[in-house]
């Protein structure tokens, strides 16, 4: 069973940063592309960031400049770290990734829990 575990989330004053964290673990799996989606109350999900497997980069015009998508292979997690951050911003943050479990052979898609981002003074 592949599960992602998010962490990082947390209260921030506006012009603050915060790195959210999200790791794929599990047996006898391989990531693809990974990204970031956040939903702010009353709001639909929307994408924030994605990378693919070779790092190649998407950022929503929103956080462009001001947020960073990064991914570690070898532990099969993807960062997300946010600087400037905005009262806008605030929302619930979840990551997927594009998963293809080897045995038996199954390519889907996986969410994680969320982790709350809040950005208020």
């Known amino acids: 069973q592949v599960q992602l575990v998010e962490s990082g989330g947390g209260l921030v004053q506006p012009g603050g940063s915060l790195k959210l964290s999200c790791a794929a673990s599990?047996?006898?799996?391989?990531?693809?592309?990974m990204g970031w989606y956040r939903q702010a109350p009353g709001k639909q999900r929307d994408l924030v960031a994605t990378?693919?497997?070779?790092?190649?980069?998407n950022y929503a015009d929103s956080v462009k400049g001001r947020f960073t998508i990064s991914r570690d292979n070898a532990k099969n997690t993807v960062y997300l770290q946010m600087n400037s951050l905005k009262p806008e911003d605030t929302a619930v943050y979840y990551c997927?990734?594009?998963?293809?479990?080897?045995?038996?052979?199954?390519?889907?898609?996986?969410w994680g829990q969320g982790t709350q981002v809040t950005v208020s003074s």
């Open positions: 599990g047996r006898g799996f391989s990531v693809y592309a």
């Open positions: 990378i693919m497997g070779g790092g190649s980069t």
């Open positions: 997927n990734a594009d998963i293809m479990v080897w045995t038996p052979p199954a390519r889907s898609t996986y």
